[in-house]
């Protein structure tokens, strides 16, 4: 069994209000609906209103580049992940998600000492910084895999989560992230059955895109909608269905409702034909 989620185009202002946004889409997991500044009583009436009505806050997003080179950016990055952090435990989030950021200027972009063993150290200095400080009991922080910098493959995952050696680090999976080259591309099947059999402890939400590519020279593989490209759903959705628990799929990255609403749609037929039942 797993959930099924993703952003909201709706308004709301309370927590009935975002409760019925939700139901409309179908969604049984949703991203925290309250900023890091919220007060007690705010807090409390939607993590009432979440539970009594059978919702998982699957995710607290911590966007930054605690890696960066430049000590303001960096700074402040910590301190955000920090907050953002403090949030998903309040709230009772599953994680709080972050990439692990970047060494050049883009705090998503490569750069030549992504790979670097320096980089590597500062990963893991910085997670632990970051737990160490909030000190969670029900929440995770986690790195969301990327392409150009570490978490870039299971078992750079599984090395990560070694090294760091914290109870309250976890993972976060978004494999179409992780497929960079045709190899993997073509045997994505086996892939994603590698991601859940190495991280499948570990994993506490997902990301749900597909990946497609292209005919030019150079290797050139591109994000699309579920459903749009090549990722082998049935696989990753029956794999999901093995952890053992309802562990949220949220989709992401797309512009309009109405994507949204295709992309829940094929994944919900791709749940159907896998004989995975989303709650």
Known sequence: MMRLGGPIFEKFTDPAGWIAALKRLGYSAAHCPVKADADEATIAS????????????????????????????????????????????????????????????QWDGPHQENFSDET???????????????APTRTFYTLE????????????????????????????LDPANMISSPRVYYANADFLR????????????????????????NVNISQVAPGQ??????????EMDKLGQD??????????AEEYRRAADYIRSAAGEAGVKIK
């Open 46 to 105: 939607y993590v009432e209103a979440a539970t009594s009505a059978g919702i998982v806050i699957a995710e607290v997003g911590a966007w930054s580049n605690p890696l960066s080179d430049d000590d303001k950016t960096r700074r402040e990055a910590l301190e955000g992940c920090k907050r953002q952090l403090a949030l998903a435990e309040r709230v009772g989030a599953l994680c709080c998600v972050n990439i692990a950021g970047s060494r050049g200027q």
């Open 120 to 134: 590597f150290e500062r990963i893991v200095a910085t997670v632990r910084e970051i737990v160490d400080e909030v």
């Open 145 to 172: 895999p990327m392409p150009w910098v570490p978490p870039d493959s299971p078992d750079s995952y599984l090395r990560l989560i070694e090294a760091i050696d914290r109870k309250q680090f976890a993972a976060h």
């Open 194 to 217: 590698e991601c859940f059999a190495k991280l499948g402890p570990y994993i506490k939400s997902v990301h749900g895109k597909d990946v497609s590519m292209s005919n030019q020279f």
């Open 229 to 238: 490209g090549s990722l082998d759903y049935r696989v990753f959705l029956e």
């Open 247 to 256: 562990v949220p799929l949220l989709t992401e990255h797309l512009d309009t």
